[in-house]
């Protein structure tokens, strides 16, 4: 069965780091892009970021540009998160999410991990 | 303020049909495929039609998607209570090399 599993969510204050972790099992991590997904409470979904398989090609979507890094390893099916400098407005349900095979949609999801920015 | 511009809500009651359509540009639904993704409460995202109009498999043939010029739509057919909660478009788009979703449409089944 393809599984995404996050950890690493929590509280942390504005201006502070966290590191979001998703473990991947069932599929060939290797050869699958990954995406990072938010929703702020109550709000829709807004995308992340994006690694291709070999970490080649990365995006981020302009509202954490500079402030989060998109990272995996392939050797341990890992995908990672770093996000720095948190804001308010970084609160938010974070999924990870493969691409689909031969095109750029997301399936499937993880649960979930939330974020809290707060102080 | 979302890229893709979806209605914030739609209804309908058992049995009948309802479409809920994605309005975009020539950068992303114009030029790219659109996904739809159906969030029931409490859970995370499914992928529900890809390539505009293909369904994964599992997803039933009640729900249908379409795209023509800068918009499309998804209908659901023969709705039912199970179908209710959010239902999310998405895209590519070209001028800000990224993904794209619309704000979303709260599907109440009456």
């Known amino acids: 069965e393809v599984q995404l599993v996050e950890s690493g969510g929590g509280l942390v204050q504005p201006g502070g780091s966290l590191r979001l972790s998703c473990a991947a099992s069932?599929?060939?991590?290797?050869?699958?892009?990954m995406n990072w997904v938010r929703q702020a409470p109550g709000k829709g979904l807004e995308w992340v970021s994006y690694i291709s398989s070999s970490s080649g090609t990365i995006y981020y979507a302009d509202s954490v540009k500079g402030r989060f890094t998109i990272s995996r390893d392939n050797a341990k099916n890992s995908l990672y998160l770093q996000m720095n400098s948190l804001r308010d407005e970084d609160t938010a349900v974070y999924y990870c999410?493969?691409?689909?095979?031969?095109?750029?949609?997301?399936?499937?999801w993880g649960q979930g991990t939330l974020v809290t920015v707060s102080s | 303020q979302s890229v893709l511009t979806q209605p914030p809500s739609a209804s309908g009651t058992p049995g009948q049909r309802v479409t809920i359509s994605c309005s975009g540009s020539s950068s992303n639904i114009g030029s790219n495929y659109v996904f739809w993704y159906q969030q029931l409460p409490g859970t995370a995202p499914k992928l529900l039609i890809y390539?505009?109009?293909q369904r994964p498999s599992g997803v039933p043939d009640r729900f249908s998607g379409s795209k023509s010029g800068t918009s499309a739509s998804l209908a659901i057919s023969g709705l039912r209570s199970e179908d209710e909660g959010d239902y999310y478009c998405?895209?590519?788009?070209?001028?800000?090399?990224?993904?794209?979703f619309g704000g979303g449409t709260k599907l109440t089944v009456l």
């Open positions: 390539r505009n109009n």
């Open positions: 069932g599929f060939s991590f290797s050869i699958y892009s």
């Open positions: 999410a493969r691409d689909g095979a031969g095109g750029n949609w997301f399936d499937p």
């Open positions: 998405a895209t590519w788009d070209d001028s800000l090399s990224g993904r794209v």
